[in-house]
């Protein structure tokens, strides 16, 4: 299966780029799951939590994100949000 290219940026930096098998998001129509192959979406985010399974196997990666838009198309995501930052 082909790696998703992921991008999470908050609007004044860059919080999280990498690969991943799996990206979930919290939209405003509800939870949405991103793996590659997926049909293009534009959705817009809801407050709450962005959950990124890398490819390499390590834990999950979880950031917030309020107030943005998820993008996918060509097997890369892109989420952009007013603010955004990775839970520890």
Do not use: C, Y
Not at 57 to 64: E, Q
């Amino acid at each position: 299966m082909a790696d998703l290219t992921v991008h999470i940026v908050a609007a004044d930096r860059e919080v999280w780029t990498g690969t991943a098998r799996q990206v979930v998001a919290k939209t405003t129509i509800g939870e949405i799951g991103i793996l590659a192959g997926h049909e293009p979406v534009l959705a817009t985010l809801a407050a709450g939590e962005v959950r990124v399974t890398p490819t390499d196997g390590g834990a999950v990666i979880k950031a917030t994100a309020d107030d943005g838009f998820l993008s996918f198309d060509h097997n890369v995501v892109t989420i952009v949000a007013r603010d955004a930052a990775l839970i520890q």
